[in-house]
Nanobody, 118 residues
């Protein structure tokens, strides 16, 4: 069982920045692909970004490319999402997700609210 705790959400104006963090309680953290998924009000969950276990590969949804950066620190069992040039359409609950690279079991955090005002 992997326990994930997100932090760093909040209210920011258009064009501002936020940094989300996710702490994992797993000694084999590096064997999990980590990602961020978001859900806006009235919409389905949307993939935002992911990073491989060793940090070598990153993936982003087109709408955040060039604005968001995902990173991880396997020594600290954390993954972060740096969000710059935020837009109102980025408003959503952001969830941290862990997916086992071999087992494919997956775990979710409780989510953190990001609100971008226009």
């Amino acid at each position: 069982q992997v326990h994930l705790v997100e932090s760093g959400g909040g209210l920011v104006q258009t064009g501002g920045s936020l940094r989300l963090s996710c702490a994992a309680s797993e000694r084999t953290f590096s064997t999990y692909d980590m990602g961020w998924i978001r859900q806006a009000p009235g919409k389905e969950r949307e993939f935002v970004a992911s990073i491989s276990g060793n940090g070598a590969s990153e993936y982003y949804v087109d709408s955040v490319k060039g604005r968001f950066t995902i990173s991880r620190d396997n020594a600290k069992n954390t993954v972060s999402l740096q969000m710059n040039s935020l837009k109102p359409e980025d408003t959503a609950i952001y969830y941290c997700r862990a997916v086992g690279e071999v087992t494919e079991d997956n775990y979710w955090g409780q989510g953190t609210q990001v609100t971008v005002s226009s």
